[in-house]
């Protein structure tokens, strides 16, 4: 499992899967980023990245939302 990956796992075993769905299915009604539909979720998963890298000594400032975001998907 690369880091990634495990920031993922780590993000999606620390937020509320339902709220992601549900605003998933909002971004794609109306056509908005994350940030725009929920940015209280956007922000959440900002902290949870930032506590990944501090946990683990990891720089994550490359690290998109977006992209976590669309990686809770996968399974």
Same mark, same amino acid.
């Given at each position: @499992?690369?880091? @990634? *990956?495990? $920031?993922?796992?780590y %993000?999606? *075993?620390? %937020?509320d @899967? *339902?709220? %992601?769905? +549900?605003? +998933?299915?909002? @971004? #794609?009604?109306n056509?908005? #980023? $994350?940030? %725009?539909?929920?940015?209280? $979720?956007y922000n959440?998963?900002?902290? $949870?990245? &930032? &506590?990944f !890298? #501090?946990d683990n *000594?990891? &720089?994550?400032?490359?690290?998109y939302i977006?992209?976590?975001? &669309? !990686?809770?998907?996968?399974?």
């Amino acid at each position: @499992m690369n880091t @990634m *990956d495990e $920031l993922i796992k780590y %993000v999606k *075993d620390n %937020v509320d @899967m *339902d709220e %992601v769905s +549900y605003t +998933y299915s909002k @971004m #794609c009604i109306n056509r908005s #980023c $994350l940030r %725009v539909e929920n940015s209280s $979720l956007y922000n959440q998963i900002s902290d $949870l990245v &930032d &506590d990944f !890298g #501090c946990d683990n *000594d990891i &720089d994550v400032s490359e690290v998109y939302i977006d992209e976590v975001f &669309d !990686g809770l998907f996968e399974d």
